[in-house]
């Protein structure tokens, strides 16, 4: 028998499929619970056990992880009757690692906390890829003494793994670790734009620049993205919207200024709107695109 915690994982996506899959791969005992069920065949493929609901995944978990897209969604599975709250035993750890408004995590933490619940707000960077690769950076919210009991946890699933604060804090430096990736993206793809129409080898091109101060993880990541327009979704441009209304509207509460974080989060905003929501957030290639006179 092992002594490691028992995991229950509410949300299978993009990120939380591969996540759990390293946490089997640790020697985790891994629960799983969502929607679709060809999510929950591939858990149990890699050796999880599906379960029939979320009451059903945490009524004798731990630990307890969430990956799901959005405060609404995290506000469905954790509170009612059916939810984790009501189901999962007092002194379990819950671990929410979507990405949402810093006010939910620190009301959920509240909520729970009434329920003999402890809870850690730790959303994460470095897209699918990073995901499958278990190199993650992780930004947590909440007590130390929470996050040393979920350190063990956290580090079969990311590199860079830091207590930011109380909670909300994890998801304060979420909202500013995504203004910086779409501004950056941004910036990649206009410099792409430029290049091509230069006559520059584009490929040469990026290689360089990615040696220099112009380098970054995301060019990085992304450059084949936008050598090959490729926009198969890592992390989905209606999700990065999402994130870019968080911290827009966190920013405004604190009096913080954000120029161009707010023309990037229209940019962002209106390639959603002209249907490409769905494609990898590197698709904000084919926006400046469509600014340059391209039909695409």
């Not at 969502?34 to 056990?49: F, P, S, V």
């Not at 750890?93 to 009434?114: E, F, H, R, W, Y």
């Not at 690769?133 to 040393?148: C, K, N, P, R």
Request: proline share 4%; aromatic share 4%; hydrophobic share 45%.
């Amino acid at each position: 028998m092992s002594n490691l915690p028992k995991i229950a994982w509410i949300g299978l996506g993009i990120m939380g499929s591969p996540m759990s899959e390293n946490l089997i791969k640790a020697g985790y005992d891994v629960t799983g619970f969502t929607l679709e069920q060809d999510k929950l065949d591939r858990l149990a493929a890699a050796g999880g056990t599906a379960a029939p609901s979320i009451a059903a995944a945490v009524r004798d978990a731990d630990v307890i992880i969430t990956m799901v897209p959005a405060s609404p969604q995290v506000e469905a599975i954790s509170y009612g009757p059916d939810g984790i709250l009501e189901n999962a035993r007092q002194g379990a750890l819950l671990i929410d690692m979507s990405s949402i408004t810093p006010q939910t995590s620190v009301d959920l933490a509240k909520a729970a906390g009434d329920k003999g619940i402890r809870v850690l707000d730790a959303p994460v960077s470095g897209g699918e890829a990073g995901a499958i690769e278990a190199v993650l950076s992780i930004m947590v919210g909440g007590t130390q003494a929470d996050f040393d009991i979920a350190k063990p946890v956290l580090d079969a699933l990311g590199k860079t793994i830091v207590l930011c604060g109380p909670h909300g804090s994890g998801q304060t430096v979420k909202a500013a670790n995504q203004l910086i990736v779409a501004v950056n993206i941004q910036a990649c793809a206009e410099a792409v734009v430029f290049l091509e129409k230069s006559g520059v080898d584009l490929t040469a091109a990026l290689d360089v620049l990615n040696g220099g101060l112009a380098g970054s993880t995301v060019l990085t990541r992304k450059k084949d993205n936008f050598l090959n327009r490729d926009f198969k979704p890592g992390f989905r441009i209606d999700l990065h919207h999402k994130d870019m209304g968080i911290v827009t509207d966190a920013a405004r509460n604190v009096g913080a200024a954000l120029p161009v974080g707010a023309v990037v989060a229209q940019l962002v905003a209106s390639l959603r709107a002209q249907g490409d929501g769905g494609l990898d957030h590197s698709a904000l290639l084919r926006a400046v695109e469509r600014l340059s006179g391209a039909q695409v």
